[in-house]
């Protein structure tokens, strides 16, 4: 059974986040540690694939892991930005976190993209 990425709840979450300043933590911390998850496990599972596939130990294999890498670490952060800062005060952060929430979507479709490459090799 395939299973969805990113999942659905997750959006509507995101969504929802947009609308209701109260869940941005949640939304943060969810969206950050399921990024970091995706990279690492597109790091540890397979061999790059697509443009990368034959290309290991070169530029293109250290971009690709470097990317995985710096999303990984993005994604820790942004959870830890929403567990720490975030709740503590809303409204003097809100803009901020609503700015990290949405730039975040771009690197989970970067890790989507990559992981389709890996899949298509």
């Known amino acids: 059974m395939a299973m969805a990425f990113p999942p659905p709840g997750l959006m509507e979450l995101v969504?929802?986040?947009g609308r209701n300043p109260a869940t941005l933590p949640v939304a943060l911390i969810t969206l950050g540690?399921?990024?970091?998850?995706?990279?690492?496990?597109?790091?540890?599972?397979?061999?790059?694939?697509?443009?990368?596939?034959?290309?290991?130990?070169?530029a293109p294999g250290y971009l690709y892991y470097g990317i995985l890498s710096t999303i990984v670490i993005l994604g820790l952060a942004e959870a830890s930005f929403g567990y720490w800062v975030v709740p503590r005060d809303l409204d003097?952060?809100?803009?901020?976190?609503?700015?990290?929430?949405?730039?975040?979507?771009l690197s989970l479709v970067l890790v989507s993209a990559l992981g389709l490459g890996v899949l298509l090799k």
């Open 33 to 58: 540690v399921v990024q970091s998850a995706a990279g690492f496990s597109l790091i540890v599972s397979r061999p790059p694939g697509g443009i990368f596939l034959r290309l290991h130990g070169s």
């Open 92 to 105: 003097g952060w809100r803009a901020i976190a609503k700015t990290t929430l949405w730039v975040s979507i």
């Open 15 to 17: 969504a929802e986040a």
